[in-house]
């Protein structure tokens, strides 16, 4: 989970550089809607291993309205630098 957030953090800082807007990844929602969506995948992916069609459903069900939850998250609105050179985030 630190990792993961590492390499949120340091592509957001990098696409600030470039784009007017990135991704809240300090909402509270992100975290949490990632957490749902890798769970429902997992779930997806060892319902598909035993042949189980209605776990299937409900992990597919499941993923997506947890990648739904995370794209109404409302981006952050920034200035874009008027001269554009990416410079490492770390």
Do not use: C, M
Not at 62 to 87: D, M, N, Q, W
């Amino acid at each position: 989970d630190w990792y993961a957030h590492e390499v949120f953090t340091k592509t957001s800082k990098l696409s600030e550089q470039i784009f007017p807007i990135t991704l809240d990844i300090d909402n509270p929602r992100w975290e949490a809607g990632l957490k749902r969506l890798q769970k429902a995948n997992v779930d997806l992916a060892d319902a598909k291993k035993h042949g189980r069609k209605f776990a299937q459903l409900g992990a597919s069900i499941r993923a997506g309205l947890a990648f739904v939850e995370l794209f109404t998250i409302p981006s952050k609105k920034h200035a874009v630098p008027a001269k554009t050179r990416l410079e490492p985030a770390y």
